[in-house]
């Protein structure tokens, strides 16, 4: 996606006071593989945070709360992605590298990892938001 278009997209999503409902927004692409969409929902995540959260052009990773980590997630269910964050130490991290897929065929295979210290890395796997089920009542 261009640079513009990705900006553009960033803005429309992020600059509202609420997030709008899940789907809102549709990504759509012509014959690209899976690594190019990775990267960029991984662009409109990163401006995302740095719309609503940053500072001078920059992000300080201990300044996001958990509340707001699940505010952007409301905002990126809005084109249909959802995320998981996991928090894990370096050794821990070189054994999934170890048994790491080779073979990328979905968004869930690709990971975004973020070193935050000498021993702790941030994983975050992003994947199709699907809306929960609610089921009435039968009785």
Not at 45 to 57: C, S, T
Not at 58 to 76: A, F, H, P, Q
Not at 99 to 110: Q, R, V
Request: no cysteine; glycine share 4%; proline share 4%.
């Amino acid at each position: 996606m261009p640079k513009n278009s990705l900006k553009n997209l960033v803005n429309s999503i992020f600059n509202r006071i609420n997030p709008l409902p899940p789907y809102s927004f549709e990504l759509t692409y012509d014959n690209i593989h899976i690594s190019e969409v990775f990267k960029d929902i991984t662009k409109i995540f990163i401006g995302g945070i740095n719309f609503k959260y940053g500072e001078n052009g920059g992000i300080d990773i201990r300044d996001l709360t958990d509340t707001k980590m699940n505010n952007i997630k409301e905002y990126m269910h809005s084109i249909g992605i959802t995320y998981t964050i996991n928090f894990i130490d370096f050794s821990k991290f070189k054994e999934l590298q170890k048994k790491k897929k080779f073979e990328k065929n979905y968004l869930s295979d690709y990971t975004f990892n973020i070193h935050v210290s000498q021993n702790t890395i941030i994983i975050i796997n992003f994947d199709y938001y699907i809306k929960p089920t609610l089921w009435n009542r039968i009785l």
